[in-house]
């Protein structure tokens, strides 16, 4: 494979993972914590983008190397363990799948003022339709990449026009008004950013492409960064934007907070342009959560390898007919990027394990730096975890 070639599928890994991450609930995620924590949510974003980096270096140079996907490894780790895994992310994927369906009839509702069950109906069409063309894989690469592209110049043209208090978050950062109280929102984010099937999109994607091998691990490992680095700018854009807003005197929009800094800055140009990163970023998280989802099948029967396409347009329709007779609300998107975090020490550990072992990536020495790394997230995952635990409860039957 010619190095054009592999950099044109890191590319699409590198925009599966991220735009994947940047959903409905994201943008939700992002705004009720800005709105909660204020300045000091920026520790948290900092603190995960950190986190997020150790993760994906470590899955995403295990699953390369190796050429096996999750579940495979978590199997040879420990029999049975990939089921559960897969189970789980699949679950959850659904949990997100929803919202995200949601959010994309919400934004055809904002952009056409269709109804919100008619523009999700309309996505669902869309996206059946792409993956069943034979090389959907390429159409996704591309259609990822216009998406990222389209997000991050949008929402930074609003940051920019907002004024953030640039000064305030920096020094809020490093030093936040109570450090314990934002390990609820550094788990959310976490969870939300490689939890769950996530963490797990963009080294599927360099599977299927056949980016496997030692000689890749160096790309591979730029490939994770740049991955993180670009959902961290996106987050760090919206939360400026929500900070000038809350510091301003407003209240977000219950019902739609991520709009909020869009009307504000903007007016009604400002609204539109919600509506097309909120659509842009629904879209491409149902493309990503149905991809890697479904991923998690392919190797336990050849059924799920040959009709694959198919497979993930069930998924979608499932989700899709869901959210028509139940819904989404808010409260659902914040689990379920609490719980993808719960999730991610178990994933984490077995990849850890996984990299030390000959019979799944050889002779490839995994660096001893990102075992510490790794292993250093997971016992603070699964303290922060519990933590989270015990406020999930709470948010759950207050």
């Not at 699953?63 to 895994?85: H, T």
């Not at 004024?163 to 976490?190: C, G, H, N, R």
Request: aromatic share 12%; charged share 10%.
């Amino acid at each position: 494979m010619s190095d054009k070639e592999r950099n044109k599928f890191l590319r699409g890994a590198i925009f599966l993972m991220a735009t994947s991450a940047i959903g409905p609930a994201f943008l939700t995620q992002t705004a009720q914590f800005t709105q909660e924590y204020m300045a000091s949510f920026a520790f948290a974003i900092l603190a995960s983008i950190v986190i997020d980096i150790g993760v994906q270096l470590n899955i995403w140079r295990v699953i390369s190397v190796s050429g096996k996907r999750g579940q495979e490894i978590s199997n040879m780790v420990v029999p049975g363990l990939g089921y559960i895994i897969a189970g789980l992310i699949i679950f959850g994927g659904f949990a997100f799948n929803i919202g995200n369906l949601g959010g994309a009839g919400l934004g055809l509702n904002v952009l056409f003022d269709l109804p919100v069950e008619i523009g999700a109906i309309i996505i669902t069409v869309v996206t059946i339709i792409i993956f069943s063309i034979k090389n959907y894989a390429r159409i996704m690469d591309v259609l990822l990449q216009i998406f990222g592209v389209i997000m991050i110049l949008m929402v930074g043209y609003v940051m920019l026009t907002m004024d953030p208090p640039y000064q305030e978050a920096l020094v809020k950062s490093v030093l936040p008004d109570d450090y314990l109280i934002l390990l609820l929102p550094l788990v959310t984010i976490v969870g939300g950013t490689v939890g769950g099937y996530i963490s797990f999109a963009g080294g599927h994607r360099l599977v299927d492409a056949g980016i496997t091998g030692r000689a890749n691990a160096p790309f591979v490992s730029r490939a994770s960064i740049y991955g993180i680095l670009t959902t961290g700018i996106m987050r760090v854009f919206l939360f400026l934007a929500f900070l000038s807003v809350v510091n301003a005197g407003f209240t977000l929009d219950p019902d739609n907070p991520a709009a909020t800094p869009f009307l504000v800055g903007l007016g009604d140009l400002g609204y539109y342009m919600f509506g097309i990163v909120l659509t842009a970023a629904a879209i491409s998280s149902v493309i990503g959560v149905a991809y890697t989802s479904i991923s998690f099948l392919r190797s336990f029967h050849p059924v799920f390898e040959n009709y694959n396409g198919w497979f993930i347009a069930g998924f979608i329709t499932i989700s899709s007919l869901i959210f028509i007779t139940i819904g989404e609300p808010v409260m659902l998107l914040i689990l379920a990027g609490a719980v993808n975090g719960m999730i991610l020490p178990i994933v984490l550990t077995t990849i850890l394990v996984a990299s030390r072992k000959k019979s799944i990536v050889g002779d490839y020495r995994h660096p001893t730096w990102l075992i510490v790394f790794g292993a250093i997230t997971v016992l603070f995952t699964i303290g922060a975890s519990i933590v989270a635990f015990e406020e999930i409860v709470g948010l759950w039957f207050n």
